[in-house]
């Protein structure tokens, strides 16, 4: 993908910089006047056909290593996220296998699986240009290619009235709502670079099978009930560090290279004209200034209790008078 892009040394440093994109967007300007002081809650809102809401399904098209459809899987705030739809279409059937077996790790070996709610992914093999015409719609589409114009009409027939498609169209990612039975908006976000979606050869008469993206169906009574075991066990947990004070503190990153913004006036070129303009530069700090710099963070720091990282939901689990098997399925069968 071209266009912006953000640029990290690690992990922490790519999120630390996504955050920026967020705070460039008012999320006040896109309520209506009336409703603008519910605009910081985290809440959904909805206002006849305007609405700014979590989605409850999602297809990602071109959903490649499964990545981004495992990144939206996590969310600790939305009460029916756990319930969702989390939908990924891939081409390549090792690509698919190989996702499979990521979301699989991070299930059974990442920390941050039991602090929130999950709704999982499920990936398909299959041509995103050749889905089932009788498919079911989605909350929130992102396609991952390039989208040539004459398949614009196809990708928004998958959306729900109501729901967001994001994808490249002629190297502009474009956001397109739907906002009635036959009635789109469509805004250029960016200039951008994909590879196109790839469009299956096939000789004169050739039919392909259509992909048929995953059924919707309702979840099984167990399935709820640990879904409902587990919430309630960590809304506990959490309610209990609350009420003894305690903090958990980040582990410490690695030091980065702080500087300092001047403002500098100089003269930029307008057609044939000069003109004054002040820019920011940035400049390192002295070897004195970033040591203050750090005793002051550690001041700030000293009075939090440091606490040892810890799996509080799988305690909970583990205490519970249950035989050992119902205690793995709790768990979903990790083994730390």
Not at 42 to 69: E, M, Q, V
Not at 165 to 183: A, N
Not at 275 to 287: G, K, L, M
Request: aromatic share 8%.
């Amino acid at each position: 993908m071209g266009g912006a892009v953000s640029a990290g040394e690690d992990n922490d440093d790519l999120i630390d910089n996504l955050k920026e994109a967020f705070r460039a967007i008012d999320r006040g300007d896109y309520y209506l006047d009336d409703y603008r002081d519910n605009a910081y809650k985290d809440l959904a809102w909805k206002h006849g056909n305007i609405h700014l809401s979590p989605g409850l399904s999602f297809l990602n098209l071109g959903s490649g290593t499964g990545y981004l459809s495992t990144m939206v899987g996590p969310d600790h705030r939305y009460a029916q996220w756990p319930f969702g739809v989390n939908h990924g279409v891939e081409l390549h059937k090792d690509v698919v296998e190989y996702a499979r077996e990521k979301l699989d790790d991070f299930i059974k070996n990442s920390d941050s699986f039991d602090k929130f709610e999950f709704c999982e992914p499920v990936f398909v093999v299959g041509n995103c240009l050749e889905i089932s015409t009788d498919s079911h719609q989605y909350d929130r589409i992102y396609c991952g290619a390039g989208v040539q114009k004459d398949h614009e009409n196809y990708m928004k027939v998958l959306l729900k009235i109501g729901g967001i498609l994001v994808m490249p169209i002629e190297d502009q990612l474009t956001q397109i709502t739907r906002t009635g039975q036959c009635s789109w908006e469509s805004k250029n976000i960016l200039a951008v670079s994909f590879a196109p979606l790839v469009q299956q050869s096939r000789a004169d008469g050739e039919k392909h099978d259509a992909v048929q993206l995953p059924p919707v169906t309702v979840r099984s009574l167990q399935d709820l009930s640990r879904i409902y075991i587990r919430r309630t066990l960590r809304n506990l947990a959490n309610e209990d560090s609350q009420d003894k004070g305690l903090v958990q503190r980040v582990p410490q990153k690695r030091k980065r290279r702080r500087c300092r913004r001047r403002r500098i006036n100089t003269y930029v070129f307008v057609g044939n004209q000069l003109i004054p303009q002040t820019v920011e530069s940035e400049e390192e700090q002295t070897e004195e200034e970033h040591k203050e710099v750090e005793e002051e963070e550690e001041r700030d720091i000293g009075d939090i209790e440091i606490l040892k990282q810890v799996n509080v939901l799988r305690d909970q689990i583990m205490v519970l008078p249950l035989p050992e098997s119902l205690k793995a399925y709790l768990l979903y069968y990790r083994e730390k």
